[in-house]
């Protein structure tokens, strides 16, 4: 891809905004600019931002969607910019230099929080190779065994590739137990504590026997299962145990690889576009813009702002956010006096001025992903301001509708729109179901069902990998049920 020559003052503001970011106290990898035609912004936005990726059809419809809606004036991406390092970022040909500017502050903001949020530590910053080095190996793949049969088998990889485990990358899941160990395991029975002469009536043998007995029998137990526990990475299950071919387990190993890159970017999408949001408007309103331009700011500005009736807007609510917060550390809006204060005019009026703000948002950039900022920092107060409530759909008068405002209902409903993306967690819990090679999943229900054709279509290909037939357990108004496919048929079943 051949990218098109910044303009000469574009080339000066670079510079000029990157020392006022590093003034504010950015910190960012080296960031490259490229400018792009929109056919060539589009091409990278459905490539997911990076220039070269393994052949496959969904490239070609994203481009086609991407396209028509651009063409129909619905959407216009004004920038690209790729978690790496360096940072690669690109700016849309056309766009004004008011445009320029404030994507040039946000890119920034945005490259400060890929180097410091603490959920992109694990991210391999060299991705922008890996992803052309992938797509190498999977051209090669597809000469060798043919690009029909790969592109079947990347189809199906695609379809379980969040049926991983987010947390993974920065925590032991599997504990490390030598055989040796295994063999000497001893039972330890925590015993109540008593004084010497009432332990053998506290502490009776019989019990104690009793429950070192099944503490070994456990054990015992737990040494058959097969996984010993429940694993959420079912992508890792299949690469470790499926009977693949060496080419299918380099392209599921890929396809897996791919997915916890991204997964970072999908857990602080609010907090990501939040934070460089704050730090654009700040540059441009306080920095660059003037009485030119500041309203030509403002217009581009408010778009991006804008909320939707039906969806919240990541953009807007992370700026709003951060700005609270701020204002509350500023203020000293937080603490156990300020929580215990019952008197509402005093609160509205409380303000300790201890100027921790800027601080405080800089430590949660490094430390938050989106469902605990929101957890955390989502108050009564802000959710009254920017008029929160929780819809459903009304069955008597075939409606949607706002079901309430209630600050508890609402937060927990966005918190659950957020955990795991808003998917089901899926884990596998046998690999060897009734003793016949057959794969159990459990679906750790939260009160969000599963779709009966989702989970069809998925079983399948997970059979069409594993080689045996998929189940899956899950509840359903209450009461286990067990779904099964074997490839051709997808049934129902109702353990004891």
């Excluded at 931002?49 to 994203?62: L, N």
């Excluded at 695609?158 to 039972?187: G, K, M, T």
Aim: glycine share 4%; charged share 30%.
């Amino acid at each position: 891809m051949k990218a098109l020559q910044l303009s000469d003052e574009l080339k000066v503001w670079i510079p000029r905004i990157e020392k006022i970011a590093r003034d504010y106290g950015l910190d960012f990898f080296p960031t490259i600019f490229e400018m792009v035609t929109y056919e060539q912004m589009n091409m990278l936005a459905s490539f997911e931002g990076f220039p070269v990726r393994y052949r496959h059809w969904k490239w070609g419809m994203e481009y086609e969607r991407l396209a028509k809606s651009y063409a129909y004036g619905l959407h216009k991406i004004y920038e690209l910019v790729i978690n790496t390092n360096p940072c690669y970022a690109y700016l849309l040909e056309g766009n004004s230099m008011t445009d320029h500017k404030l994507v040039v502050g946000h890119v920034y903001a945005h490259c400060d929080f890929f180097k410091n949020n603490s959920w992109y530590s694990r991210t391999n910053r060299k991705m922008l190779d890996e992803m052309a080095n992938h797509a190498a190996k999977l051209a090669r793949i597809g000469e060798r065994y043919g690009f029909e049969r790969v592109e079947k088998f990347i189809d199906r990889c695609l379809s379980i590739d969040n049926l991983i485990d987010p947390y993974l990358p920065h925590i032991v899941r599997r504990a490390q137990v030598s055989e040796e160990d295994d063999e000497d395991f001893v039972p330890e029975v925590k015993r109540i504590p008593a004084r010497s002469y009432m332990d053998r009536y506290i502490n009776p043998d019989d019990e104690i026997q009793r429950r070192k007995d099944k503490l070994v029998r456990e054990h015992e137990e737990r040494k058959n299962r097969f996984p010993v526990e429940p694993e959420r990475d079912l992508m890792l299950f299949l690469l470790e145990h499926a009977p693949l071919d060496r080419w299918q387990r380099q392209v599921l190993a890929i396809i897996r690889d791919e997915a916890y890159y991204f997964v970072p970017q999908r857990m602080t999408k609010i907090m990501n576009e939040g934070w460089a949001s704050y730090w654009h408007s700040k540059i441009m309103t306080q920095d660059v813009c003037d009485d030119t331009n500041i309203i030509d700011f403002a217009h581009v500005h408010s778009g991006t702002m804008a909320m939707s009736p039906t969806n919240i807007n990541p953009y807007k609510i992370g700026l709003e956010l951060f700005r609270d917060i701020e204002d509350r550390w500023n203020k000293g809006r937080f603490g156990l006096d300020y929580e215990r204060c019952s008197s509402m005019r005093e609160k509205a009026s409380w303000d300790k001025r201890l100027g921790l703000g800027r601080e405080k948002i800089f430590q949660v950039r490094k430390i938050y992903n989106d469902v605990m900022f929101i957890d955390e920092f989502l108050t009564p107060e802000f959710a009254e301001e920017q008029k929160f409530f929780a819809y459903g759909y009304n069955r008597k008068n075939d409606t949607w509708e706002i079901k309430t405002r209630e600050f508890h209902t609402v937060k927990k409903q966005l918190i659950n729109q957020l955990t795991n993306g808003g998917q089901p967690v899926i884990m596998v819990e046998d690999g060897n179901y009734k003793n016949r090679g057959e794969l159990l999943l459990w679906h750790k229900f939260d009160g969000q069902d599963l779709k009966p054709d989702y989970a069809s279509d998925t079983l399948r290909n997970i059979v069409a990998i594993w080689s045996r037939p998929c189940h899956i357990r899950t509840l359903i108004d209450g009461k286990s049920v067990i779904w099964s496919h074997d490839g051709e048929r997808f049934e129902e079943s109702h353990p004891a």
